[in-house]
């Protein structure tokens, strides 16, 4: 047990209910391995084309031959292109494993009920493990990208009150439970309930104050003119704002 629980700083939590736990499915580490791969190629084709390009205007000149320049240079630059995609793209294909099967959501509890909250796990290095309350959801959308729906699945974006893109201010969810299969269900679920913490005869956001008591007449006095007064201002002041 940890030396802060038996101080007493906080009791401990071992015998809490814990959500069921789900990962994405395998398909999002096929989506990010195509995508890797996808720039490898970009990549090499690139210095293919620039060497290509280069050895041409090379050969401008009377004394090179652009068929030799190929000759002699072509598989030298290919070799150490490809070296060079291999390098970083073994270890970027291992890593997105990783990352991958670090990726932890729940929306439910063991027992089979909805969870209160959504809780989303990530990181490899850095894990950030983060909790999102049903009653602080403001917004919830289902979205597939070309890839996405290449591969079978799609994602749940998640926004909370009071987000506005994080600390550089950066617009995008708060929060993303992405590589789902059932990814269109999962929205429906979460909006239902989402339903279940708004009040259904509730039709605007505007809130309704209780409609003050007149003030006082103290037959002209000063005390219920400043009353008046304070009472205008808070008036304008309520409208305005």
């Known amino acids: 047990m940890n030396e802060e629980v038996i101080a007493g700083y906080f009791p401990a939590m071992d015998g809490m209910p814990r959500g069921k736990t789900f990962r994405p499915s395998k398909a ?10 996808s ?12 060497f290509y390009g280069i050895s041409f205007l090379i050969s401008l000149d009377e004394a ?12 030298f ?14 270890p970027a294909l291992i890593g997105i494993s990783v990352y991958i099967n670090s990726i932890e959501y729940s ?3 063991e027992s089979g009920e909805a969870s209160p909250e959504i809780y989303v796990k990530k990181g490899i290095i850095n894990v950030t493990k983060k909790h999102v309350p049903f009653r602080t959801i403001t917004n919830i959308a289902s979205r597939a990208g070309i890839i996405d729906r290449l591969f079978g ?8 009150a009071g987000y506005s893109g994080g600390p550089t201010g950066q617009a995008g969810p708060e929060e993303k439970l992405e590589g789902i299969r059932a990814f269109e269900g999962l929205t429906q679920f979460v909006l239902g309930e989402l339903r279940k913490f708004r009040d259904p005869y509730t039709t605007t956001t505007e809130v309704v104050y209780p409609r003050d008591e007149p003030v006082p007449h103290l037959d002209g006095s000063l005390d219920d003119e400043i009353l008046t007064a304070i009472r205008d201002i808070r008036e304008i002041l309520r409208t305005k704002l």
């Open 28 to 37: 999002l580490r096929n989506k990010y391995g195509f995508i890797a791969i």
């Open 153 to 160: 699945i799609g994602n749940v974006e998640i926004q909370t």
């Open 77 to 90: 630059v290919n070799f150490w292109a490809f070296v060079g995609n291999i390098a970083w793209l073994i």
């Open 39 to 50: 720039m490898a190629v970009i990549f090499w084709l690139v210095i293919m084309v620039a």
């Open 107 to 109: 929306v439910i509890s």
């Open 64 to 75: 090179w031959s652009h068929a030799a320049l190929l000759g002699q240079w072509l598989g």
